[in-house]
């Protein structure tokens, strides 16, 4: 068996759809589709040299890999490379193959650290260790199920705070974007990266073909948000939380629970009944929320690092 790496081809839909069954098979935990990976090649960034590569035997797409370089990090030189094989096609150097060209491209583009997650898994941990990667912090990927689940009652907001959605600020969601840079910023991880760039803003994460405003729960104070859950959906039975944030200023009154009980809440009552978020291990705060709401750990990733040079 010959395998070759080359770059995805946006415009063949066998690409898109082998790319994310192979993503789908190595980690079910988080929901790809056609429409959020052809968003995210349309909105990278010229600085981040980001290229989308795959593994491909006897014509099948086996392997993936997503590759590029923090643009938005005060650090320079900070590389990211994700390498998925499908679970039953491991085995013929697939993995190889598309590290050794995701470092090849990041090193030619001025990288000078590498990060990459690794599922915890025996084998998975050896081959990142037998390419030079040492481990890091984990994360772990977490499920509910949403239909059977006893969800906390509803509660009522604390005094002076209003509960909305997303879909409340679809005519300016600058305020939403002030409390994103803010809670974004405290959030546990390697690469520190800086939301400065509003209109950028939108388009990634306003405009991602996920994201529910009708779910997204919106505590407000004083007239701004300063909590919110952000929900993203696939349109069938997947929820999945892709932020939980507070401002600073309102941290330790229970509004990241509230915000995401409600969401939760109004989720399930639009027929959702799958529920997945993640945490990283050190967000002990944020773990013991969604332990309350039932969450259990179904899988965990360990990000490795290596330095180059």
């Given at each position: 068996m010959t395998v070759i790496v080359r770059d995805l081809r946006p415009g063949v839909p066998a690409d898109l759809e082998g790319f994310i069954r192979v993503r789908h098979r190595a980690l079910p935990y988080v929901f790809?589709?056609?429409?959020?990976?052809?968003h995210g090649l349309a909105l990278s960034h010229p600085g981040a040299h980001a290229r989308r590569l795959v593994a491909v035997a006897d014509g099948e797409i086996i392997g993936t890999a997503q590759v590029g370089l923090a643009h938005d990090s005060p650090e320079p030189g900070q590389g990211a490379l994700?390498?998925?094989?499908?679970?039953?096609?491991t085995g013929h150097g697939a993995g190889a193959l598309l590290v050794r060209t995701a470092e090849e491209h990041l090193t030619a583009h001025g990288a000078t650290k590498l990060f990459a997650?690794?599922?915890d898994e025996p084998g998975n941990r050896v081959f990142a260790e037998r390419h030079g990667y040492r481990a890091s912090r984990s994360a772990h990927f977490l499920r509910l199920d949403l239909a059977g689940a006893s969800l906390p009652p509803l509660q009522d907001p604390p005094p002076g705070v209003e509960l909305r959605t997303a879909a409340d600020f679809a005519d300016d969601p600058r305020p939403l974007f002030a409390l994103d840079a803010e809670a974004g910023s405290d959030e546990p991880g390697d690469i520190q990266t800086e939301f400065t760039d509003y209109e950028a803003w939108v388009a990634e994460y306003w405009r991602h073909p996920h994201l529910d405003r009708e779910l997204t729960s919106v505590a407000v104070a004083e007239g701004r948000p300063v909590a919110f859950s952000v929900a993203h959906t696939d349109g069938a039975a997947r929820y999945t939380t892709g932020m939980t944030g507070t401002a600073r200023a309102h941290r330790g009154r229970g509004l990241a629970r509230l915000v995401k009980n409600d969401s939760?809440?109004?989720?399930?009552?639009?027929?959702?009944?799958?529920?997945?978020?993640?945490?990283?291990?050190d967000n002990g705060p944020m773990l013991a929320i969604n332990k309350w709401f039932g969450y259990e750990i179904c899988a965990t990733e360990v990000r490795y690092v290596r330095e180059l040079g």
């Open positions: 790809f589709s056609p429409a959020s990976l052809l994700n390498v998925y094989v499908d679970p039953a096609r997650w690794v599922l939760l809440h109004r989720a399930r009552a639009a027929g959702y009944t799958k529920a997945y978020t993640g945490n990283d291990t």
